[in-house]
């Protein structure tokens, strides 16, 4: 079945460590998204990739980087500049960009110890 | 600008009883409206669309929500909750003329008793 695999569905960090999220796809989908959620604030965007090798920052980009050097693949690594990353991490595909039905990963949780 | 904004951060019903979810919008376009329902740590998952057809649209799992221009709304409803129904529920609305992605509010959580 095709959607998006996210890993690992747990993660925990020492606070000054880069971690890796990793986001997957095998629907053939263009363009990925990750996005941050935390309690009663809904889901904020990080950053976004519409093509290989080309991605926008979003609303909250400081601290996290990606790289879209696949189609398929949207890895998100939090670095020891973001100062609050303690969330939950969702990444997500749509076949274009715009208006369309966005197909969520599982999730992604990061705890800094 | 264009914005989103759920009503109720909580909706507590009784297992039989409706639904009513509220969401008003904002945008200088024509949008598109979305409902997305999420269970505990999992993912979204779409319940409905609108994007300019018919004013009322049906989802899945017996969810329905109604475009309404003239109060800017669209309100997700359900004639009878089931204990299942209870999650996070999230209305977005997306403006690709205004260069924006997808807007989301900042969530309804529904609790459903017996």
């Keep these: 079945d095709g959607g998006i695999t996210q890993s690992p569905k747990y993660l925990f960090r020492k606070e000054g460590q880069n971690v890796t999220l990793s986001c997957e796809q095998n629907l053939n989908h263009d363009a990925m998204y990750w996005y941050r959620q935390d309690p009663g604030q809904g889901l904020r965007l990080i950053y976004y990739s519409q093509i290989v090798n080309d991605f926008q920052k979003g609303d909250i980009a400081e601290g996290y980087s990606v790289s879209r050097e696949k189609k398929e693949s949207f890895p998100l690594t ?33 705890t800094v110890l | 600008a264009q914005s989103v904004t759920q009503l109720d951060s909580h909706v507590s019903v009784s297992e039989g009883t409706p639904v009513l ?12 409206l979305f409902w997305y329902v999420q269970h505990p740590n999992k993912g979204l998952q779409l319940l409905l669309k609108y994007t300019s057809a018919a004013t009322l649209v049906k989802g899945i799992n017996g969810f329905e929500a109604e475009f309404k221009k003239s109060e800017t709304s669209f309100h997700l409803t359900k004639p009878s909750a089931h204990m299942s129904d209870a999650a996070e529920y999230f209305c977005v609305v997306s403006v690709p003329q205004a260069g924006t992605a997808l807007i989301f509010g900042k969530g309804t959580t529904l609790s459903v008793s017996s």
């Design chain 1, 78 to 110: 939090v670095t020891s500049a973001q100062k609050n990353p303690t969330a939950f991490y969702l990444c997500a595909s749509t076949q274009g960009a715009g208006a369309n039905v966005l197909t969520f990963g599982a999730g992604s949780r990061l």
């Design chain 2, 21 to 32: 979810l509220r969401c008003n919008y904002s945008s200088s376009y024509s949008p598109s």
